[in-house]
Nanobody, 126 residues
């Protein structure tokens, strides 16, 4: 059974840092594109960052560029999101997604991802 499990969320003050992890199980995800999305209360799920299988192609949402870093460890089937200089507007449930193939023109669409985790809450206080 394929599972993605996010962890590392929590409550942090503005300007602080958190590191999210998304561990995959049930199959090898080393060839999969992995991504992070987030959903704030009352808003739609939005793209945060994506990394291809090798780590050679990475994209970020403009709102997090320069503050967040996505990385992956294929040996551990895990993808990470290092979040620095956090702002109250970063408050959301963060979800990781995975898919064997993601078109370079649609990586920011949640419908491009086949597997999803249950999410982890990130709350940034002002």
């Amino acid at each position: 059974q394929v599972q993605l499990v996010e962890s590392g969320g929590g409550l942090v003050q503005a300007g602080g840092s958190l590191r999210l992890s998304c561990a995959a199980s049930g199959r090898t995800f080393s060839s999969y594109t992995r991504a992070w999305f987030r959903q704030a209360p009352g808003k739609e799920r939005e793209f945060v960052a994506v990394i291809n299988w090798s780590g050679g192609t990475i994209y970020y949402a403009d709102s997090v560029k320069g503050r967040f870093t996505i990385s992956r460890d294929n040996a551990e089937n895990t993808v990470y999101l290092q979040m620095n200089s956090l702002k109250p507007e970063d408050t959301a449930v963060y979800y990781c997604g995975a898919s064997p193939y993601v078109n370079s023109a649609t990586y920011y669409h949640e419908g491009s991802y086949e597997y999803w985790g249950q999410g982890t809450q990130v709350t940034v206080s002002s």
